[in-house]
């Protein structure tokens, strides 16, 4: 069973997340931030990741560290849950639209993290959440998965729909690369044979 669960507290937040890799997109999310949590039911559903988060932080001051440690713990959760990462795909692309707005996402789950980024955004908030907050929440996620990540908005007006087809982007690239390759074996798709540890 590729599952895991992981908790970090700190004096700014504590998160609870519980991962399975093998399930059908059902979400249990409660971050204390409304439009985060639609994106992670969002990036659920599209990536069949089951996921349940509970986060408690210190949101009179920002929404930042919040954010920021659900990305940590949900990356941390995928590493743990993906073992060895042995007869994975290992790499997962995928473009998205969302009515005006298409972006795509390339994903190697490589144990070298890096964010490449290239989204842009008309408006400085989606509610009450500063949209220069998502670029946190993926770089916190892909450096703590331990993956290469490239997230690139093609265009879009419409901010909701530019940062939504990044999450759902993001999901259906993460569902290729995690899954199971009959042809692969137990082998670990790597010349190096390991994919933990590489940095």
Known sequence: MRT????????ETEVFVSIDLDGTG??????????LD???????????????????????????????????????????????????RRFGAATIPMDEACTRCAIDISGRPYLIWRVAFAKAKLGDMDTELFKEWFQAFAQNAGVTLHVENLY???????????????????????ELDPGAGDTVPSTKGVLKDTI
């Open 4 to 11: 895991a669960t992981v908790e970090r507290k700190t004096a």
């Open 156 to 178: 879009g007006e419409n901010s909701h729909h530019i940062i939504e087809s990044s999450y759902k982007a993001l999901a259906r690239a993460l569902r290729q690369a995690i």
């Open 26 to 35: 059902e979400y249990d999310v409660d971050t204390g931030i409304g439009f």
């Open 38 to 88: 639609h994106m992670l039911e969002s990036f659920c559903k599209h990536s069949l990741i089951d996921l349940k988060v509970r986060a408690t932080g210190d949101l009179h001051i920002d929404m930042h560290h919040t954010n920021e440690d659900v990305g940590i713990v949900i990356g941390q959760a995928l590493a743990k849950a993906l073992g060895d990462m042995a007869g994975i």
